[in-house]
């Protein structure tokens, strides 16, 4: 038989490298030890080597990072907004409740009350003359208040005590 020529990087990884003289020698105690037939390495091609894989993309380019950071932030906010309106919105009704609880207490109090004559004009009036009897109802105009110290006539509730004159004192606009 010839000579036969291989390339060494044609090999697989496990192959043992050797020289072609020692090829014909490991054939021929191969094939004493074996029974089935010793084919020559150049009788088939090698299986093609794996093809190179590349690395796998990183998770997180810079640019992700950002918009996932930028994300986060907005969505934490948001949550955090949520939580300050939740707890107002129940302070609020809180609130609300506690004045439902006040006005049901002020009418059970009015319908349990004594029925009393309540004055149309409250809160009363402020000036000097105004009169009251001692249940707090104003006194009727014609009551008599006392006597006037200049004239020595008596004067009435909310009687006008001073004269208006006709001479009227002259603006400081016109």
């Not at 993309?57 to 918009?67: A, E, I, L, Y």
Request: positive net charge.
């Amino acid at each position: 038989m010839g000579r036969v020529m291989f390339d060494s990087h044609l090999l697989p990884p496990h192959a043992p490298l050797s020289t072609p003289k020692h090829a014909a020698a490991n054939r021929g105690a191969a094939s004493s030890t074996r029974s089935q037939p010793q084919t020559t390495l150049m009788s088939s091609p090698p299986p093609p080597p794996p093809p190179q894989s590349r690395p796998p993309p990183p998770v997180f380019s810079g640019q992700g990072k950002v918009v996932i950071i930028v994300v986060g932030a907005v969505v934490g906010l948001a949550l955090v907004v949520m939580a300050v309106g939740l707890v107002l919105c129940l302070r609020v009704r809180s609130g609300r409740r506690g004045y439902d609880e006040l006005a049901g207490r002020i009418d059970e109090a009015s319908r349990e009350a004594p029925t009393r004559h309540n004055p149309l004009d409250w809160p009363p009036s402020t000036t000097p003359y105004t009169k009251f009897d001692a249940d707090f109802r104003p006194l009727p105009k014609f009551w008599r208040m006392g006597t006037d110290p200049a004239s020595g006539k008596p004067f009435y509730f909310q009687r006008q005590t001073r004269v208006r004159s006709k001479r009227r004192p002259k603006s400081v606009y016109k």
